[in-house]
């Protein structure tokens, strides 16, 4: 089991950054191919970014593509987004997920296996 931690939602006006953080209780966290998702109210949940375990590769969705960065930290079993120049289009509930599977994340086959519980971005204009 990989219990998946996300911090760092809140309220930001367009334009400015945010940070979320993604821990995870696992000590095979570095195995693991990660990835951000989000939902907005009424559509369906989104790719948004996922990063390989050694995280030398990276995949972005084409909406955040330049603006949000994703990375991780292999010592220390979390993964960030950084969002920058964020738009009000971004507002949603934004989802850490976890699979030992890269293909789940680039909707082949089942979605990842592990999931946070959400975190909220809400971006005023």
């Known amino acids: 089991q990989v219990q998946l931690i996300e911090v760092g939602g809140g309220l930001v006006q367009a334009g400015d950054s945010l940070s979320l953080s993604c821990i995870a209780s696992t000590p095979i966290f570095s195995i693991y191919t990660m990835g951000w998702f989000r939902q907005a109210p009424g559509k369906e949940r989104e790719f948004v970014s996922s990063i390989s375990s050694s995280g030398g590769t990276t995949y972005y969705a084409d909406s955040v593509k330049g603006r949000f960065t994703i990375s991780r930290d292999n010592a220390n079993d979390t993964v960030y987004l950084q969002m920058n120049s964020l738009k009000p289009e971004d507002t949603a509930v934004y989802y850490c997920?976890?699979?030992?599977?890269?293909?789940?994340?680039?909707?082949?086959?089942?979605?990842?296996?592990?999931w946070g519980q959400g975190t909220q971005v809400t971006v005023s204009a």
């Open positions: 997920a976890a699979d030992l599977s890269s293909s789940s994340f680039r909707g082949v086959g089942p979605a990842p296996g592990y």
